[in-house]
T-cell receptor, first 113, second 114 residues
Framework: AQKITQTQPGMFVQEKEAVTLDCTYD???????LFWYKQPSSGEMIFLIYQGSYDEQNATEGRYSLNFQKARKSANLVISASQLGDSAMYFC??????????FGSGTQLTVLP | DGGITQSPKYLFRKEGQNVTLSCEQN?????MYWYRQDPGQGLRLIYYSQIVNDFQKGDIAEGYSVSREKKESFPLTVTSAQKNPTAFYLCASSIARDPSYEQYFGPGTRLTVT
């Protein structure tokens, strides 16, 4: 199974500031992709952003963007202009040759007013 | 509104009893998934189904069983053989089994076994 590392168990950011959540993955697969999901305290998982290994441009979705560095095997999530509603757990989840998602242990983000 | 429903939100059972968790989707998705989440951890795949009457084991299938008799429904049974059944269970679906497709998640069922 892939090894996923999210090194920041907890992060704090001031409202309206940008924040970067780290994710590194260990894969030898040539074809793979990576999702980021948000999990509020209510428990449901919300899709944020996706990028495939063959995509040349870093993905962006509104205030979310991926800093995808294949050589370093990292795919950091950047949230711009943080809002109080961004407070949640954030999971990165790559897939590879096993063709299923493997979830990291998550980062708890708290946005301060 | 299209989506995934899981019921109930909270479930309590005595040790030794089987319990079935419900998952229904009206997104017309072919693929469905069950995940387990323990406190402070990410999700782990229990079972998945690519199509009606087909399902495959995930990483932690022992002590669980599923059925897929209808496209909309993918119930999960937690059997008495599951040694640590207390957890948060999430059901998901996607258009197809292709892992590049986004998975849509239900609100989850929190199971407590005492």
């Amino acid at each position: 199974a892939q090894k996923i590392t999210q090194t920041q168990p907890g992060m704090f950011v001031q409202e309206k500031e940008a924040v970067t959540l780290d994710c590194t993955y260990d894969t030898s697969d040539q074809s793979y992709g990576l999702f980021w999901y948000k999990q509020p305290s209510s428990g449901e998982m919300i899709f944020l952003i996706y990028q495939g290994s063959y995509d040349e441009q870093n993905a962006t979705e509104g205030r979310y963007s991926l800093n995808f560095q294949k050589a370093r095997k990292s795919a950091n999530l950047v949230i711009s202009a943080s809002q109080l509603g961004d407070s949640a757990m954030y999971f990165c989840a790559p897939w590879g040759s096993a063709r299923q998602l493997t979830f990291g242990s998550g980062t708890q983000l708290t946005v301060l007013p | 509104d299209g989506g995934i429903t899981q019921s109930p939100k909270y479930l309590f059972r005595k040790e030794g009893q089987n319990v079935t968790l419900s998952c229904e989707q009206n997104l017309n998705h072919d693929a469905m998934y069950w995940y387990r989440q323990d406190p402070g951890q990410g999700l782990r795949l229990i079972y998945y189904s690519q199509i009606v009457n087909d399902f495959q084991k995930g990483d932690i299938a022992e002590g669980y069983s599923v059925s897929r008799e209808k496209k909309e429904s993918f119930p999960l049974t937690v059997t008495s053989a599951q040694k640590n059944p207390t957890a948060f269970y999430l059901c998901a679906s996607s258009i197809a089994r292709d892992p590049s497709y986004e998975q849509y998640f239900g609100p989850g069922t929190r199971l407590t076994v005492t």
